[in-house]
């Protein structure tokens, strides 16, 4: 649940149900969890799956300190990251981020996961992730692939090819 909110917090989404509390439900449409967040970081290939649980507690000790400094109610029904508003979750990642701060390398490292997750769908292949609807790739209007199988655009971004097609270039798009 707390890197579910770290994860809202880096790119907001919608909440999932009316009692969501991980997701504080400031923005329409699907965020870094819907976009699968939590399945990227726990996927082996990041290297942080190791640190997960223990950067999700530091997180709360985190929150708990922010929430005293800030004379904050403290909710025990939920982890104290997951218990703060949005605003106090972002000024607190904020604060975890910025250059100088002791553990900046591990916040941010985890801020990019989340990011990716939303931005390229890394955790899935591409096409799988737009047949589910992914809601980054969708935000990002990421086409399908042509009815050949190929990711190509219609026309160069120049409005005009770019180069010609080399004349050894195989049926797959491989060269010969």
Known sequence: MTLEAFADTIIPGAKRWA?????????????????????????????????LEPLAATLNVHAIGYAEEHDLPVDDAVPAFVALDYEHRAALVRQLTTPGHPE????????????????????????????????????????????????????????????????ATTASGSPA
């Open 104 to 167: 900046k390398d591990g916040w941010v490292s985890l801020a990019l996961f989340c990011n990716m997750a939303y931005d390229s769908a890394a955790h899935k292949p591409t096409a799988q992730a737009l047949a589910e609807g992914h809601p980054g790739l969708t935000a990002m209007d990421i086409g399908v692939p042509a009815a050949d199988g190929r990711w190509q655009y219609g026309q160069g971004s120049y409005g005009r090819p770019l180069a010609d097609i080399h004349p």
């Open 19 to 51: 009692g969501d509390r991980a997701i504080a439900g400031i923005s329409e449409g699907g965020g870094a969890v819907e976009a699968g967040a939590l399945d990227l970081l726990e996927t082996p290939a990041t290297g942080v799956t190791a640190g």
